[in-house]
């Protein structure tokens, strides 16, 4: 019995004795019986006589309510109304997703006048229509009560727009010469670049500085020196054999993670007939999301990063591995190094570090390997970063020398993520003329002098040129809510130019693309891209090198314990902190929700906190309630008390801490008092910021709550949910799984008979459609846009820190991460990630308990949930062997008749039931009042209206008439979704070509899900599941492991 | 006895060839009288002048065949071919452009021009009344309430007479009675009262809830009084001219402004049958379009929109819960469902009221009993079985509910 390979939790893992009870209970919490058996039943908080009395209250208030006069309602059509717009009928408009310099392009749905969901361009060749968590949640920014909602001069409202730019007219005037700067985020929109020059020409002496919150300034000026261009080149992880990655999250957060994944994963399918794959090695610190991905991992100090790059080029260099500490890693790196050696060509390495010379030295490693022209394209440059951190130094030196006369600020927000904020403070306090066109107000804003919000990007035009050549256009879905102006209108009225911004964009792409034709179809397709660039690449340029790895090597040696910073998935730099729907997607890693918290390794943790994670009650006692011990940080004179979650993966000697969090409270509700800001932890050394230091940990008595999800879900000990497998053993036996699943389900008639004779209950017929989903395992990163874009799609209620922590979440889909290998051995560590949703099970074990019938089975295969029949019982949600559904415990989206109809009211909550808020509902899906269960529909509105179009169009159903949201927005495609019952469907062939690895999760209670797994298959030696484990309850696992323990400190 | 049988044959098989014959023409006219309602009714009507001429008697104006194709088809043609009845017309009707409708086909105008003629002759309607279908059931149940009632008292009266024998024949024989109890004491009274009143009570009241929310018949008084009986059925505009969106979408769409005017700046008085509201009031229908011109902002003496426009705020008379989805374009567009099925004969009625109760029993009933376009929509090609099914005759057609039209999340999500 190969039980408890895969832990979610240490409890899991121990078996523990609150894992055993979690998996009795379907609901954490107790029922609210208070003291029923000891005081009987007349003398408990409700007792009968009471109880009789509420329901004759309430039957009589709700005939009494009911038996009012029906609300008369108003139906108001158009004047004049526009050919397109149809009142229930969604447009969709081509724009691109604008935050900071990243620019996706994107399709956003609107449907009558409201921009309601976002989708990737599939018309773009890089995004090929991938999004991220943060593109699908920008829809819900537009709506976000606590934007700016007019220009503003010393905090008082200005009535016009012209009385705004007299004021600040006047006092750039005023300024006799002192130099007016334009601080903005990376700009890469060609014509925005026009607008700004024109108006620095205006203003002599002025200039443009960028600057971004994490900067990418030591690959810039690594380049600059290698290559001879400032610039980052493109990397095409698609014909990478070998991809080697130096704490680079290029799945989650490095610069362009939609494209790096649509790369990636292409060369991560496994094919059945010639199954191979690329692989993935991952030096890094800290737990991250790519690295949860890798095939082998090595963890090492981020002050190590150097010496590993440095090692790593001395090993290719037919030198030996030196400089680096612990066995492990030399020997990865010799095994990397072979490895690479044997792909020249075909092989890349990229580096997550900020300092030059690292940067340096691993660009002498991709030339050393062939990298350039054939994985690495320099033909069309990534623009999205562009600031250079000693320009952003400089420009804070001269504001504190007074030497700035005016300052404009654009999407920057250094009074928050600058690592030496104080000192842009003071700086901005010496600013004559200060102006703001941030959207909210921020950090930043809050200190200017005027204030302009600028538009969403879905309110505006514009372009942008996220990767040279490849150009997207944006145009506004929704007038402007707020008397809000773009900054480029501003600029353009500033620097004396009567045009519109709109009409200056059109002019600018008019004339560039030939006509108004030209210009109109590039506006519908969203973008333009001229042919590929033959991928050619500058001369490399080693003459840096040698200085490179001395600096290196004389860097100083990090002390006891280093911290490292990170950016989450979802909120990544903090910019959308206040997005509701970002907060409360789990971490990938942690699954902890609402929070930024130290990471740290178990023997870490043991030492400091003595928490034993293998010993059951030791790792109950930190596991099991949602208060963590807290921890103060010192770095340097700085200082920050935050909560741990011990971590298996971490570098023994490294802690990380999420940067993004601790936002101001005018930034709105759901950012207010979430988690502290770690900016100010990063270090400047002179050319560029570094995002690790040495810092000394003290035991703090602080209590956090940290909202982790981890637990909320059991399997009850059921097994197996997920199946992984080596591409080894694959190869060798490619029969490994299905012949696992025949075995197991021989007494039941086997694979074939399995589903008419592993059961009493008769079989329904399936006519016409039966919707199936394949997910391949190998394609799943967790990085949760599918998570986000369920939550648009769906109406899925947001519900605070309060409820996660009571385990109210209510997200249809969740990502489930298990770990596999041996605790406190970080390198054994092995991740695995699952979506799991609903199952649509054939046989349903929640449709047989539903007293009311509230949940049953559809002739297509769906599981249905009728809001509306529902009672509330919840005995579906705690007889389903998945735990997918979801529990509405109050009016979290404001669905009641009865305003005001909560107890449960947090701040976020009361955010989504704003009317502002409310406008990003979907008006096809019904929004769920207090009490009863929801789960996913397969996106049953999607399904019914491309049904429909097929049946108007007088034609059978096509894979692309039906999308699920989840599907969509997976940039890896890593989800597959259609009617199996046609053979040439998508979904169909999925399964059928890829018959070897698929599976059903716990296929043997006879559930018949209509979702399927394909294996995860690992391009390593070992699986650690199946190597650690093969004992049943492996009581103390870390005994087990063969280099258990040496790690300790 | 053979000789018999045969003339009964053909005597059967006559009769089936006349209905045959009968439902052929009956279908065909039908067909006219859409393409009539789809094509021409926005500025023809049969018996009267609208934006274009009254159409009846067009046959017997224009006799030549192929120039009235030619003219229907392409008018401008026809026109600068010089034709002096044609051009004649057209002076006459002050140059007003036609449409030209090049893709009909022969038999399609064959069919509005039998359409036109039938529609001619026909005599004006006898209007049933629609109270009068409904009184003999109302009298029927009258007459069992007092049969009941009567019933009831018989069986009272027998009780009484059978008790006051009883004592009777009680002191007769000597056994001791006892105090008569009066009826509105007796128990057994009481009891029988109670289950009564309980049953006849619980009835009412979950008739009365089940009733909760519905609101058939419901017919608002609207900010304009519209009266569909003079667009679509006197001047028989289609439906869909107008509620364009139940072919496209979700919605029908009470239609924008601009379409209103389409017509209505031509047509600026209403001449025709005098109009009356619900309560017995007369409407004075020029006095409706100006209130549709105060709300255009149209100006008919200067014949330009001249004020500032408004919206009309009409009140929404079909309202369903917000957990039903309901798609028009899937019932009129793929299920080619008449309007008529849900919203009653809106030709007929002055103002609109709500015609059924929208309730999900109706819902459902019509599920189960409309056939789907099965075999003419390639969309249920892959539906093999019921095609298998329908061609060995185990089935003879496929309804609503056989491809699961009421389950639940066909319209709850």
Same mark, same amino acid.
């Given at each position: 019995?190969?039980?408890?390979?895969?832990?979610?939790?240490?409890?899991?893992?121990?078996?523990?004795?609150?894992?055993?009870?979690?998996?009795?209970?379907?609901?954490?919490?107790?029922?609210?019986?208070?003291?029923?058996?000891?005081?009987?039943?007349?003398?408990?908080?409700?007792?009968?006589?009471?109880?009789?009395?509420?329901?004759?209250?309430?039957?009589?208030?709700?005939?009494?309510?009911?038996?009012?006069?029906?609300?008369?309602?108003?139906?108001?059509?158009?004047?004049?109304?526009?050919?397109?717009?149809?009142?229930?009928?969604?447009?969709?408009?081509?724009?691109?997703?604008?935050?900071?310099?990243?620019?996706?392009?994107?399709?956003?749905?609107?449907?009558?006048?409201?921009?309601?969901?976002?989708?990737?361009?599939?018309?773009?060749?890089?995004?090929?229509?991938?999004?991220?968590?943060?593109?699908?949640?920008?829809?819900?920014?537009?709506?976000?009560?606590?934007?700016?909602?007019?220009?503003?001069?010393?905090?008082?409202?200005?009535?016009?727009?012209?009385?705004?730019?007299?004021?600040?007219?006047?006092?750039?005037?005023?300024?006799?010469?002192?130099?007016?700067?334009?601080?903005?985020?990376?700009?890469?929109?060609?014509?925005?670049?026009?607008?700004?020059?024109?108006?620095?020409?205006?203003?002599?002496?002025?200039?443009?500085?960028?600057?971004?919150?994490?900067?990418?300034?030591?690959?810039?000026?690594?380049?600059?020196?290698?290559?001879?261009?400032?610039?980052?080149?493109?990397?095409?992880?698609?014909?990478?054999?070998?991809?080697?990655?130096?704490?680079?999250?290029?799945?989650?957060?490095?610069?362009?993670?939609?494209?790096?994944?649509?790369?990636?994963?292409?060369?991560?399918?496994?094919?059945?007939?010639?199954?191979?794959?690329?692989?993935?090695?991952?030096?890094?610190?800290?737990?991250?999301?790519?690295?949860?991905?890798?095939?082998?991992?090595?963890?090492?100090?981020?002050?190590?990063?150097?010496?590993?790059?440095?090692?790593?080029?001395?090993?290719?260099?037919?030198?030996?591995?030196?400089?680096?500490?612990?066995?492990?890693?030399?020997?990865?790196?010799?095994?990397?190094?072979?490895?690479?050696?044997?792909?020249?060509?075909?092989?890349?390495?990229?580096?997550?570090?900020?300092?030059?010379?690292?940067?340096?030295?691993?660009?002498?490693?991709?030339?050393?390997?062939?990298?350039?022209?054939?994985?690495?394209?320099?033909?069309?440059?990534?623009?999205?970063?562009?600031?250079?951190?000693?320009?952003?130094?400089?420009?804070?030196?001269?504001?504190?020398?007074?030497?700035?006369?005016?300052?404009?600020?654009?999407?920057?927000?250094?009074?928050?993520?600058?690592?030496?904020?104080?000192?842009?403070?003071?700086?901005?306090?010496?600013?004559?003329?200060?102006?703001?066109?941030?959207?909210?107000?921020?950090?930043?804003?809050?200190?200017?002098?005027?204030?302009?919000?600028?538009?969403?990007?879905?309110?505006?035009?514009?372009?942008?040129?996220?990767?040279?050549?490849?150009?997207?256009?944006?145009?506004?879905?929704?007038?402007?809510?707020?008397?809000?102006?773009?900054?480029?209108?501003?600029?353009?009225?500033?620097?004396?130019?009567?045009?519109?911004?709109?009409?200056?964009?059109?002019?600018?792409?008019?004339?560039?693309?030939?006509?108004?034709?030209?210009?109109?179809?590039?506006?519908?397709?969203?973008?333009?891209?001229?042919?590929?660039?033959?991928?050619?690449?500058?001369?490399?340029?080693?003459?840096?090198?040698?200085?490179?790895?001395?600096?290196?090597?004389?860097?100083?040696?990090?002390?006891?314990?280093?911290?490292?910073?990170?950016?989450?998935?979802?909120?990544?730099?903090?910019?959308?902190?206040?997005?509701?729907?970002?907060?409360?997607?789990?971490?990938?890693?942690?699954?902890?929700?609402?929070?930024?918290?130290?990471?740290?390794?178990?023997?870490?943790?043991?030492?400091?906190?003595?928490?034993?994670?293998?010993?059951?009650?030791?790792?109950?006692?930190?596991?099991?309630?949602?208060?963590?011990?807290?921890?103060?940080?010192?770095?340097?004179?700085?200082?920050?008390?935050?909560?741990?979650?011990?971590?298996?993966?971490?570098?023994?000697?490294?802690?990380?801490?999420?940067?993004?969090?601790?936002?101001?409270?005018?930034?709105?509700?759901?950012?207010?008092?979430?988690?502290?800001?770690?900016?100010?932890?990063?270090?400047?050394?002179?050319?560029?910021?570094?995002?690790?230091?040495?810092?000394?940990?003290?035991?703090?008595?602080?209590?956090?709550?940290?909202?982790?999800?981890?637990?909320?879900?059991?399997?009850?000990?059921?097994?197996?949910?997920?199946?992984?497998?080596?591409?080894?053993?694959?190869?060798?036996?490619?029969?490994?799984?299905?012949?696992?699943?025949?075995?197991?389900?021989?007494?039941?008639?086997?694979?074939?008979?399995?589903?008419?004779?592993?059961?009493?209950?008769?079989?329904?017929?399936?006519?016409?459609?039966?919707?199936?989903?394949?997910?391949?395992?190998?394609?799943?990163?967790?990085?949760?846009?599918?998570?986000?874009?369920?939550?648009?799609?769906?109406?899925?209620?947001?519900?605070?820190?309060?409820?996660?922590?009571?385990?109210?979440?209510?997200?249809?889909?969740?990502?489930?991460?298990?770990?596999?290998?041996?605790?406190?051995?970080?390198?054994?560590?092995?991740?695995?990630?699952?979506?799991?949703?609903?199952?649509?099970?054939?046989?349903?074990?929640?449709?047989?308990?539903?007293?009311?019938?509230?949940?049953?089975?559809?002739?297509?295969?769906?599981?249905?949930?009728?809001?509306?029949?529902?009672?509330?019982?919840?005995?579906?949600?705690?007889?389903?062997?998945?735990?997918?559904?979801?529990?509405?415990?109050?009016?979290?989206?404001?669905?009641?008749?009865?305003?005001?109809?909560?107890?449960?009211?947090?701040?976020?909550?009361?955010?989504?039931?704003?009317?502002?808020?409310?406008?990003?509902?979907?008006?096809?899906?019904?929004?769920?009042?207090?009490?009863?269960?929801?789960?996913?529909?397969?996106?049953?509105?999607?399904?019914?209206?491309?049904?429909?179009?097929?049946?108007?169009?007088?034609?059978?159903?096509?894979?692309?008439?039906?999308?699920?949201?989840?599907?969509?927005?997976?940039?890896?495609?890593?989800?597959?979704?259609?009617?199996?019952?046609?053979?040439?469907?998508?979904?169909?062939?999925?399964?059928?070509?890829?018959?070897?690895?698929?599976?059903?999760?716990?296929?043997?209670?006879?559930?018949?899900?209509?979702?399927?797994?394909?294996?995860?298959?690992?391009?390593?030696?070992?699986?650690?599941?199946?190597?650690?484990?093969?004992?049943?309850?492996?009581?103390?696992?870390?005994?087990?492991?063969?280099?258990?323990?040496?790690?300790?400190? | 006895?053979?000789?018999?049988?045969?003339?009964?044959?053909?005597?059967?098989?006559?009769?089936? &060839?006349?209905?045959? +014959?009968?439902?052929?023409? !009956? @279908?065909? =006219?039908?067909?006219?009288?859409?393409?009539?309602?789809?094509?021409?009714?926005?500025?023809?009507?049969?018996?009267?002048?609208?934006?274009?001429?009254?159409?009846?008697?067009?046959?017997?104006?224009?006799?030549?065949?192929?120039?009235?194709?030619?003219?229907?088809?392409?008018?401008?043609?026809?026109?600068?071919?010089?034709?002096?009845?044609?051009?004649?017309?057209?002076?006459?009707?002050?140059?007003?452009?036609?449409?030209?409708?090049?893709?009909?086909?022969?038999?399609?105008?064959?069919?509005?021009?039998?359409?036109?003629?039938?529609?001619?002759?026909?005599?004006?309607?006898?209007?049933?009344?629609?109270?009068?279908?409904?009184?003999?059931?109302?009298?029927?149940?009258?007459?069992?309430?007092?049969?009941?009632?009567? &019933?009831?008292?018989? +069986?009272?009266?027998?009780? !009484? @007479?059978? =008790?006051?024998?009883?004592?009777?024949?009680?002191?007769?024989?000597?056994?001791?009675?006892?105090?008569?109890?009066?009826?509105?004491?007796?128990?057994?009274?009481?009891?029988?009262?109670?289950?009564?009143?309980?049953?006849?009570?619980?009835?009412?009241?979950?008739?009365?809830?089940?009733?909760?929310?519905?609101?058939?018949?419901?017919?608002?008084?609207?900010?304009?009084?519209?009266?569909?009986?003079?667009?679509?059925?006197?001047?028989?505009?289609?439906?869909?001219?107008?509620?364009?969106?139940?072919?496209?979408?979700?919605?029908?769409?009470?239609?924008?402004?601009?379409?209103?005017?389409?017509?209505?700046?031509?047509?600026?008085?209403?001449?025709?049958?005098?109009?009356?509201?619900?309560?017995?009031?007369?409407?004075?229908?020029?006095?409706?379009?100006?209130?549709?011109?105060?709300?255009?902002?149209?100006?008919?003496?200067?014949?330009?929109?001249?004020?500032?426009?408004?919206?009309?705020?009409?009140?929404?008379?079909?309202?369903?819960?917000?957990?039903?989805?309901?798609?028009?374009?899937?019932?009129?567009?793929?299920?080619?469902?008449?309007?008529?099925?849900?919203?009653?004969?809106?030709?007929?009625?002055?103002?609109?009221?709500?015609?059924?109760?929208?309730?999900?029993?109706?819902?459902?009933?019509?599920?189960?009993?409309?056939?789907?376009?099965?075999?003419?929509?390639?969309?249920?090609?892959?539906?093999?079985?019921?095609?298998?099914?329908?061609?060995?005759?185990?089935?003879?057609?496929?309804?609503?509910?056989?491809?699961?039209?009421?389950?639940?999340?066909?319209?709850?999500?």
């Amino acid at each position: 019995m190969e039980q408890k390979k895969y832990w979610q939790s240490f409890g899991e893992l121990n078996n523990s004795d609150a894992f055993k009870k979690n998996a009795q209970d379907e609901f954490k919490e107790d029922l609210p019986f208070e003291n029923f058996d000891a005081q009987g039943l007349s003398d408990a908080k409700t007792p009968r006589r009471d109880f009789l009395k509420y329901v004759g209250f309430s039957t009589a208030a709700a005939a009494v309510a009911a038996s009012c006069e029906i609300p008369v309602k108003k139906a108001i059509p158009f004047i004049n109304r526009p050919v397109d717009a149809v009142p229930g009928i969604a447009n969709y408009y081509a724009t691109t997703y604008i935050s900071g310099g990243d620019a996706i392009p994107v399709v956003a749905k609107v449907r009558d006048g409201r921009p309601i969901k976002i989708e990737g361009n599939e018309l773009s060749s890089w995004s090929r229509g991938g999004t991220t968590s943060q593109v699908q949640a920008s829809v819900l920014d537009l709506y976000d009560t606590a934007r700016l909602r007019f220009p503003m001069a010393d905090g008082k409202e200005v009535s016009t727009f012209d009385a705004f730019d007299k004021m600040v007219g006047d006092a750039l005037n005023g300024l006799g010469g002192a130099p007016v700067v334009l601080l903005t985020s990376t700009i890469n929109s060609p014509s925005s670049k026009q607008v700004i020059s024109e108006f620095l020409a205006k203003y002599p002496g002025s200039r443009h500085v960028q600057y971004d919150g994490v900067s990418y300034s030591g690959m810039l000026l690594a380049n600059e020196a290698t290559h001879g261009k400032r610039a980052i080149p493109s990397y095409q992880f698609e014909n990478a054999k070998v991809i080697v990655s130096l704490g680079a999250d290029f799945l989650g957060t490095w610069l362009n993670p939609v494209e790096f994944s649509k790369g990636y994963s292409k060369g991560r399918k496994v094919d059945a007939q010639h199954p191979s794959m690329s692989k993935h090695y991952q030096f890094e610190s800290m737990l991250s999301m790519t690295g949860a991905n890798a095939d082998e991992r090595f963890t090492h100090r981020p002050s190590e990063t150097g010496a590993v790059a440095a090692a790593l080029l001395g090993a290719l260099n037919g030198q030996g591995v030196s400089g680096v500490t612990g066995d492990k890693l030399k020997k990865g790196i010799e095994k990397v190094a072979k490895d690479l050696a044997a792909h020249k060509g075909q092989s890349l390495v990229v580096c997550g570090s900020n300092d030059v010379n690292v940067q340096i030295l691993v660009n002498a490693i991709n030339e050393a390997i062939g990298a350039n022209g054939a994985v690495i394209n320099w033909a069309s440059p990534l623009q999205n970063r562009a600031g250079i951190d000693a320009d952003m130094a400089k420009l804070v030196e001269d504001m504190n020398a007074g030497a700035v006369g005016a300052l404009l600020i654009q999407d920057a927000n250094p009074a928050y993520d600058y690592f030496d904020a104080e000192k842009f403070k003071t700086g901005l306090k010496k600013v004559r003329v200060s102006v703001s066109f941030n959207e909210k107000m921020d950090e930043t804003t809050e200190l200017c002098k005027y204030v302009l919000p600028a538009n969403h990007f879905l309110e505006s035009w514009g372009d942008a040129e996220h990767k040279a050549g490849y150009v997207s256009l944006v145009q506004p879905t929704i007038s402007p809510l707020f008397k809000t102006r773009q900054w480029q209108d501003t600029l353009l009225k500033w620097s004396g130019n009567a045009t519109t911004y709109a009409d200056y964009h059109k002019n600018f792409w008019t004339s560039r693309l030939g006509g108004s034709d030209n210009f109109n179809k590039a506006l519908q397709d969203g973008v333009i891209e001229s042919a590929a660039a033959v991928m050619g690449f500058p001369s490399f340029n080693g003459a840096g090198v040698a200085a490179a790895a001395a600096a290196v090597a004389a860097a100083k040696k990090g002390g006891k314990v280093e911290v490292v910073l990170y950016q989450k998935p979802t909120i990544g730099d903090g910019r959308h902190a206040n997005n509701p729907w970002l907060q409360e997607t789990p971490d990938p890693i942690t699954r902890a929700t609402w929070d930024n918290y130290v990471m740290m390794s178990p023997a870490m943790g043991k030492a400091m906190f003595d928490i034993d994670i293998s010993n059951p009650s030791q790792s109950d006692n930190y596991e099991a309630f949602p208060e963590k011990p807290a921890v103060i940080v010192k770095v340097g004179n700085k200082t920050v008390d935050l909560p741990v979650l011990l971590i298996p993966g971490m570098n023994n000697d490294t802690i990380a801490i999420a940067v993004g969090y601790g936002r101001s409270e005018k930034i709105g509700k759901a950012a207010a008092g979430v988690g502290q800001n770690v900016y100010q932890l990063a270090s400047f050394n002179g050319t560029s910021v570094l995002n690790f230091a040495d810092a000394t940990l003290e035991k703090s008595t602080s209590k956090f709550k940290i909202a982790t999800t981890q637990t909320h879900a059991s399997y009850e000990g059921r097994y197996e949910v997920v199946k992984e497998l080596t591409l080894a053993e694959y190869v060798k036996n490619p029969t490994k799984i299905l012949d696992g699943r025949k075995k197991e389900l021989e007494p039941w008639g086997g694979l074939e008979n399995y589903d008419k004779d592993g059961t009493l209950y008769p079989m329904f017929d399936k006519p016409g459609i039966k919707w199936g989903m394949s997910i391949d395992m190998n394609s799943c990163y967790g990085c949760g846009a599918c998570v986000v874009a369920c939550t648009a799609e769906n109406n899925v209620s947001v519900v605070g820190k309060s409820e996660v922590l009571r385990a109210h979440d209510m997200h249809w889909l969740r990502i489930d991460r298990y770990f596999a290998g041996d605790v406190n051995d970080p390198e054994s560590i092995q991740t695995v990630f699952q979506p799991m949703l609903c199952q649509h099970c054939d046989n349903a074990p929640c449709e047989n308990v539903c007293p009311v019938a509230a949940t049953n089975h559809s002739s297509e295969g769906l599981n249905q949930m009728t809001y509306n029949r529902c009672i509330g019982t919840r005995y579906c949600a705690n007889n389903c062997p998945y735990k997918v559904r979801r529990f509405n415990w109050a009016d979290y989206t404001g669905a009641d008749s009865f305003s005001g109809n909560q107890d449960e009211s947090s701040d976020v909550i009361m955010m989504m039931n704003d009317d502002l808020t409310r406008m990003v509902l979907n008006p096809d899906v019904t929004v769920r009042s207090r009490g009863v269960i929801e789960k996913c529909s397969f996106c049953v509105q999607r399904l019914q209206e491309g049904k429909l179009t097929a049946k108007k169009q007088d034609r059978p159903l096509e894979d692309k008439d039906v999308k699920t949201a989840c599907q969509q927005a997976c940039s890896a495609d890593a989800i597959v979704f259609g009617n199996v019952n046609n053979s040439a469907s998508a979904v169909s062939k999925h399964r059928h070509d890829n018959m070897n690895r698929m599976f059903y999760s716990l296929e043997q209670i006879h559930v018949l899900p209509n979702v399927n797994y394909l294996a995860k298959v690992r391009n390593t030696d070992k699986i650690s599941a199946h190597e650690q484990f093969g004992a049943p309850h492996a009581a103390a696992p870390a005994a087990e492991g063969a280099e258990g323990g040496g790690a300790h400190h | 006895m053979i000789h018999y049988r045969s003339i009964a044959k053909k005597l059967v098989i006559s009769f089936l &060839l006349l209905t045959v +014959v009968c439902f052929d023409q !009956q @279908v065909f =006219a039908q067909d006219g009288k859409a393409l009539f309602q789809q094509n021409c009714a926005s500025c023809h009507a049969v018996s009267k002048n609208l934006t274009g001429p009254a159409l009846a008697g067009i046959e017997e104006r224009v006799t030549d065949k192929k120039l009235l194709y030619a003219w229907i088809r392409n008018n401008q043609a026809v026109l600068s071919s010089g034709n002096k009845y044609f051009t004649d017309l057209y002076n006459q009707w002050n140059k007003t452009p036609m449409n030209a409708f090049p893709n009909l086909t022969d038999e399609e105008i064959a069919a509005m021009l039998t359409y036109i003629s039938t529609e001619a002759n026909k005599k004006p309607e006898v209007k049933t009344d629609a109270a009068g279908a409904a009184a003999p059931e109302a009298d029927n149940s009258l007459l069992f309430g007092i049969l009941t009632l009567i &019933l009831a008292i018989i +069986v009272l009266v027998l009780m !009484q @007479v059978n =008790a006051n024998l009883k004592r009777l024949s009680d002191e007769k024989e000597g056994v001791p009675s006892y105090e008569p109890v009066p009826f509105y004491r007796n128990k057994a009274y009481i009891a029988l009262f109670a289950v009564i009143l309980f049953i006849i009570g619980g009835y009412y009241t979950i008739m009365g809830a089940i009733g909760l929310g519905r609101s058939k018949d419901y017919q608002p008084e609207q900010p304009i009084y519209y009266s569909h009986k003079v667009h679509a059925g006197t001047n028989q505009i289609n439906c869909l001219y107008c509620h364009g969106g139940a072919q496209e979408g979700k919605h029908a769409n009470i239609p924008s402004l601009n379409t209103c005017m389409n017509c209505h700046m031509a047509i600026n008085e209403y001449a025709g049958e005098k109009l009356y509201r619900e309560d017995g009031t007369e409407v004075n229908g020029t006095e409706e379009i100006k209130k549709l011109y105060s709300y255009t902002g149209w100006d008919p003496d200067q014949k330009k929109y001249a004020n500032e426009p408004k919206p009309i705020e009409w009140v929404k008379i079909h309202n369903l819960p917000d957990h039903v989805y309901f798609n028009h374009s899937q019932h009129v567009k793929a299920g080619q469902v008449a309007c008529q099925t849900c919203h009653g004969e809106v030709q007929n009625m002055g103002e609109v009221y709500q015609f059924t109760d929208l309730s999900m029993g109706w819902c459902v009933n019509c599920h189960r009993e409309t056939k789907v376009q099965f075999t003419d929509n390639k969309f249920y090609s892959i539906y093999e079985k019921f095609h298998n099914d329908l061609k060995n005759g185990t089935l003879d057609s496929v309804t609503v509910e056989r491809i699961g039209g009421t389950e639940c999340q066909k319209c709850h999500y």
